[in-house]
């Protein structure tokens, strides 16, 4: 089938043009043209910009558009004014940033939905983009119809390429080993999402033309902190590591937060976002790979093609050791 990928070739947009190659399907990708310009020459590269310049779609017909970087609503609809009808089975990727919270741990896809004081604001903030995102899925429903559109809400996306950096800070910390800082409670909720797993998903649901809204998460809950940091070191901790937890009240009073320590889930009433059902997807073909099984490809993948670490996510060795002796003298 011919799909068309609006990004393509960062982080998730490269997993799913992977996933459409290796199964054999007509590729076409809409992008700036400045990441990774010569990954994928078997695929059609049409350049432009989609807040700018869409005048490279207004030829062409697919059977599926999967759009990976919409944040506002004005992107989508400009998306499909100038794809009038060509697109296909329009695929949107989303968040579970979308539910208000707080949510129930193990709630669905029909869980409420965060809405936003200014609906015309394309200010990017913590507590704009969930709302942000509920827009981009109720326009692309009214403009592409609910019978042709697919909404995914991705938890944290891990995996190879990562350029957020926040699951690979803990796998090449854990991988250092000596006595590791860990944040919070260990049952703190926690969930991800390997890049690769949910691509392979999402072209599937491509090729079926499967309609509706699903979570892309794992593990289901329950699952912690201390499980996901359990299962990196399973993998890739030296002999003599230690992980040494730390309480959440010590760690914000001594000014640490969720970009120091990545994927932390500091704030209870935002915690149980962490811990949404991922069975209708399951019951739609997504199959998670053992978070260990990611950990350790992604430390192999900062041997051969690393991912340079991002400025201010995760804690500097000093900053580190600072804070443990603090804990430790405090007990």
């Given at each position: 089938?011919r799909i068309l990928?609006i990004?393509?070739?960062a982080f998730v947009?490269?997993?799913?043009?992977?996933?459409?190659?290796?199964a054999?399907?007509?590729?076409?990708?809409?992008?700036r043209g400045?990441?990774?310009?010569?990954?994928?020459?078997?695929?059609?590269?049409?350049?432009?910009?989609r807040?700018?310049d869409?005048t490279?779609?207004?030829?062409?017909?697919w059977?599926a558009?999967?759009d990976v970087?919409?944040?506002f609503?004005r992107?989508?609809?400009?998306?499909?004014a100038?794809?009038?009808?060509?697109?296909?089975?329009?695929?949107?990727?989303?968040?579970?940033?979308a539910?208000?919270?707080?949510v129930?741990?193990?709630?669905?896809?029909?869980a409420?939905?965060?809405?936003?004081?200014?609906?015309?604001?394309e200010e990017i903030?913590?507590?704009?983009?969930?709302g942000?995102?509920?827009?981009?899925?109720?326009?692309?429903?009214?403009?592409?119809?609910a019978?042709?559109?697919?909404?995914?809400?991705?938890?944290?996306?891990?995996?190879?390429?990562?350029?957020?950096y926040?699951f690979?800070?803990?796998?090449?910390?854990i991988?250092?080993?000596?006595?590791v800082?860990a944040?919070?409670d260990?049952?703190?909720?926690?969930?991800?999402?390997?890049?690769?797993?949910?691509?392979s998903w999402?072209?599937?649901?491509?090729a079926?033309?499967?309609?509706g809204?699903?979570?892309?998460v794992?593990p289901?809950?329950p699952?912690?902190?201390?499980?996901l940091?359990?299962?990196?070191?399973?993998?890739?901790?030296?002999?003599?590591t230690e992980?040494v937890w730390?309480t959440?009240?010590?760690?914000?009073?001594?000014?640490a937060d969720e970009?120091?320590?990545p994927?932390?889930?500091?704030?209870?009433g935002e915690?149980?976002?962490?811990?949404?059902?991922?069975?209708?997807?399951i019951?739609?073909?997504l199959?998670?790979?053992?978070?260990?099984?990611?950990?350790?490809?992604?430390?192999?993948?900062q041997?051969?093609d690393?991912?340079?670490p991002?400025?201010?996510?995760?804690?500097?060795?000093e900053?580190?050791?600072?804070?443990?002796?603090h804990?430790?003298a405090?007990?």
């Open positions: 089938m990928i990004g393509g070739t947009g490269r997993h799913i043009t992977e996933a459409a190659l290796a054999g399907h007509d590729v076409t990708l809409f992008n400045r990441r990774n310009p010569g990954l994928f020459p078997q695929a059609t590269h049409l350049t432009g910009d807040n700018t869409l490279a779609l207004e030829a062409g017909r059977d558009t999967i970087c919409a944040y609503p992107q989508v609809r400009e998306l499909a100038m794809l009038d009808g060509r697109g296909g089975h329009h695929i949107f990727i989303s968040s579970t940033s539910y208000r919270t707080p129930a741990r193990g709630f669905t896809e029909d409420p939905l965060a809405e936003l004081d200014d609906p015309d604001t903030t913590d507590q704009t983009y969930g942000l995102k509920v827009l981009c899925e109720h326009r692309a429903a009214e403009l592409y119809g019978a042709n559109t697919t909404i995914v809400r991705p938890t944290y996306v891990i995996g190879p390429h990562d350029l957020s926040r690979t800070w803990w796998v090449e910390r991988a250092r080993g000596g006595n800082l944040p919070g260990p049952a703190d909720p926690i969930q991800v999402i390997d890049a690769r797993d949910m691509a999402i072209v599937g649901l491509a079926g033309r499967v309609t809204t699903f979570h892309a794992s289901p809950p699952y912690g902190f201390g499980d940091l359990e299962a990196i070191a399973a993998e890739v901790a030296p002999p003599g992980l730390v959440s009240d010590f760690l914000l009073s001594h000014g970009a120091s320590l994927l932390w889930p500091a704030f209870d915690s149980d976002i962490n811990a949404a059902d991922p069975a209708a997807a019951g739609t073909g199959r998670p790979r053992p978070v260990g099984r990611s950990a350790a490809e992604v430390h192999d993948a041997v051969t690393p991912v340079a991002r400025e201010g996510v995760g804690l500097a060795p900053r580190e050791a600072e804070l443990l002796k804990w430790l405090s007990r």
